[in-house]
């Protein structure tokens, strides 16, 4: 009979390393074969760790979807098998192991967002060990890049939606009550933009007064076509494809101009000539 510690191995051999002969004679039929007996231990493991993972990580999930990350998950659980019975320790090295697969490569990316990830939920249990509580997903934990976490958390702060907040400063929804068209932007607008970025609430506000929107953008993703359904006329993409970031950002300004002029001139009826 093999000792323990072979048992250990064995079981470990067969549930993550696909050794199908490691457990062989000392697993019972009762009417089941004996390797897919096994199999639903082996199945159950790795769904528990890819879940571990994807909810370690659920920007690298969107980033690979969720097929790529189940065949990482199963590599990764073979590189580096969960020691500890704590499965929020199971993701640790995922980062490292992400850098040397993609290192150098197109993908070489996916390693600093796992690191920030990682980073971020350290930061959340620290917080939750320390005050008792944590929201990480709380409604503006994430502006100023993780800086509404610290002061919702740790100062008591309550959380606005900027726009709203500027938009009653300057008196937004009055001025929009009389206009033609609006116009507002973003430097990046995709679906994230209706979660309460600036142009969406800019949108929202013109809504209730039937006013059209357009959007403009130094890049629009196709699933920006989202704000059609919130009152955007029209998406306007001020940047060619394909250009360098240093000089996209070094030519906004004029680029936005010469957007802004050519959308004046398609609506016609607006005077932008003497502005």
């Known amino acids: 009979m093999p000792s323990l510690r072979e048992l250990q191995q064995r079981f470990y051999d067969a549930l993550l390393l696909d050794d199908a002969t490691a457990l062989a004679g000392l697993v019972r039929t009762n009417g089941l074969d004996p390797e ?14 890819r879940k571990t993972l994807a909810a370690d990580y659920p ?15 199963r590599l990764y659980m073979r590189e580096h098998p969960s020691r500890s019975g704590d499965l929020q320790s199971f993701g640790h090295e995922f980062a490292a192991f992400l850098a040397m697969r993609y290192g150098g490569g197109e993908y ?10 990682s980073a971020l939920t350290h930061l959340a249990c620290v917080t939750s060990s320390t005050l008792g509580h944590a929201h990480p997903a709380r409604a503006g934990a994430g502006a ?4 509404g ?16 907040v500027v938009a009653e400063a300057v ?3 009055d001025a ?11 430097g990046s607008v995709d679906a994230q933009t209706v979660q309460g970025k600036t142009p969406f609430g800019v949108a929202q506000l013109a809504r209730r007064h039937n006013v059209p929107v357009i959007v403009f953008g130094g890049r629009i993703s196709p699933d920006a076509s989202i704000l059609h359904q919130h009152g955007v006329h029209e998406l306007v993409v001020i940047t060619p494809e394909g250009t360098p970031v240093e000089k996209a950002l070094r030519d906004g300004p004029a680029a936005l101009a ?14 932008c000539g003497n502005r």
């Open 144 to 147: 100023a890049g993780g800086l």
């Open 149 to 164: 976490f610290a002061l919702l958390e740790f100062l008591g702060a309550e959380s606005q939606p900027g726009v709203q």
């Open 36 to 49: 897919d007996r096994v199999d639903v231990y082996r199945n159950n493991a790795r769904e528990r760790f």
């Open 176 to 186: 929009i009550a009389g206009a033609d068209w609006v116009f507002t932007g973003e």
């Open 258 to 271: 010469r957007a802004t002029a050519e959308a004046c001139r398609r609506l016609g009826s607006l005077n």
């Open 59 to 73: 920007v690298i999930l969107q980033l690979v979807g969720e097929q790529c990350l189940r065949g990482l998950a």
């Open 171 to 173: 008196g937004l929804e």
């Open 108 to 117: 070489a990316y996916l390693a600093d967002v796992a690191r920030l990830e």
